[in-house]
């Protein structure tokens, strides 16, 4: 079964995604890239298969064998992207669209922004729970529902067990302003832990609730202050009345 490649809805280090050739409109493939350095289907389907019930995290539909069920769709990859792909694919389905383009509409109520982070903090605690780290929170890996605007978090290949250490996610210069300074860095090898998680919400918490630009905001290189400063700074003013807003605003759900 052959497919439109040319669709890519997404692609990390270590995977491409598309919609799937059968039901393009509602379901979605995973395609993982071979010989990655740290790139493992199993330890996501591991991950997977402990958040399956978890209402707010991404769910896979089944392992797809591409070179039995896809074959044309998988030849064309290899040759097309010029990598080498692992026979196994993941399906999931695909009825929602990247947060961060939702949230900056113009008609998006502030309740609806905070309703799907809510969504986004239960997952996050509920993984924690599980003993689970997502290690990669930020505006590309949460989704949104069209219909009923609830949130859902994707891609667990940097997911990892508490205490657990096995790869440093490749952050770029965005997502370098929404790690914790102590994980941003090429040298950086700090073990990952829940702080890593949380902080990531905070920031993404004022990315969605600012009235400005977030990339100018946290876009540090120029900055004649430290990057510390500048984040604590924004911490005092902003994060302490976003939070109590939060607060309320739920508290009267």
Request: hydrophobic residues 35%; contains cysteine; glycine residues 6%.
């Amino acid at each position: 079964m052959g497919g439109n490649i040319k669709r890519k809805l997404g692609n990390g280090s270590f995977a491409e995604v598309l919609p799937s050739p059968s039901n393009p409109d509602n379901e979605c493939l995973k395609l993982f890239y071979k010989d990655s350095e740290g790139s493992s289907i199993f330890r996501e389907l591991d991950v997977l298969q402990s958040v399956r019930n978890c209402q707010n995290c991404c769910q896979l539909l089944r392992v797809v064998d591409m070179e039995k069920e896809m074959f044309g769709l998988y030849t064309e990859m290899q040759k097309k992207r010029r990598k080498n792909f692992e026979q196994f694919a993941l399906l999931f389905k695909r009825d929602y669209k990247c947060y961060d383009r939702f949230c900056l509409r113009k008609y998006t109520k502030k309740q609806q922004v905070l309703s799907v982070i809510y969504d986004v903090i239960e997952a996050v605690s509920e993984l924690h729970e599980q003993g689970i780290l997502h290690n990669d929170l930020k505006t590309d890996n949460i989704l949104v529902n069209k219909e009923d605007k609830e949130g859902i978090i994707i891609d667990f290949g940097y997911s990892c067990p508490k205490g657990m250490f096995e790869i440093k996610p490749q952050w770029n210069i965005m997502d370098q302003a929404i790690v914790p300074p102590e994980y941003s860095g090429i040298v950086s090898r700090m073990v990952p832990n829940e702080k890593l998680d949380i902080w990531c919400l905070g920031n993404l918490l004022y990315f969605y609730l600012s009235p400005g630009s977030f990339v100018n905001s946290f876009y540090f290189e120029n900055h004649p202050l430290p990057r510390t400063k500048v984040l604590h700074s924004l911490r005092v003013n902003i994060f302490v009345r976003l939070a109590d807003d939060f607060v309320v605003s739920f508290a009267t759900k």
